[in-house]
């Protein structure tokens, strides 16, 4: 999927002093949650994107005290990411985890995802 099927009109500001090998953060400030859901949304869903050949990623920005809820799980979804799995969060703060259509599963504690995780190594080894 590329980003040509995502087509908003933005105004930018661009540095054009970077060269085009490094890889570039561009902060987008969004003010209306609507468009910032029309953006977001169909990037996460044709993942990855592409943009001149290059992959680009788009994330949201959350306030601290959210991103302090994240940091117990951290560890927990290194580990999901080894094992193929994609990762987010549902708003606030609960961690998600999905691979193919076979596992959809969200979580409360990181002990508990950690658990899911032997419990699927287990799976996979026997």
Same mark, same amino acid.
């Given at each position: ?33 609507? *468009?910032?859901?029309?953006? /977001?949304? !169909? $990037? ?7 943009? @001149?050949?290059? =992959? ?28 193929? *799995?994609?990762?987010?969060? /549902?708003? !606030? $703060? ?7 259509? @076979?596992?959809? =599963? ?21």
């Amino acid at each position: 999927q590329t980003t040509e099927s995502i087509r908003y009109e933005l105004e930018l500001d661009w540095d054009s002093h970077l060269t085009p090998e490094r890889p570039r953060v561009m902060i987008a400030r969004i003010h209306k949650f609507q *468009m910032k859901e029309k953006i /977001l949304r !169909p $990037a996460w869903e044709n993942a990855p994107l592409t943009y @001149d050949g290059r =992959k680009i990623h788009l994330y949201p920005n959350f306030p601290a005290e959210i991103m302090k809820q994240h940091q117990p799980f951290e560890e927990v979804r290194k580990k999901w990411n080894e094992a193929g *799995m994609r990762t987010g969060f /549902l708003y !606030p $703060a609960r961690p998600q985890v999905s691979k193919g259509t @076979d596992i959809n =599963k969200t979580f409360n504690t990181p002990e508990d995802a950690d658990r899911f995780l032997l419990s699927y190594r287990a799976a996979e080894e026997s």
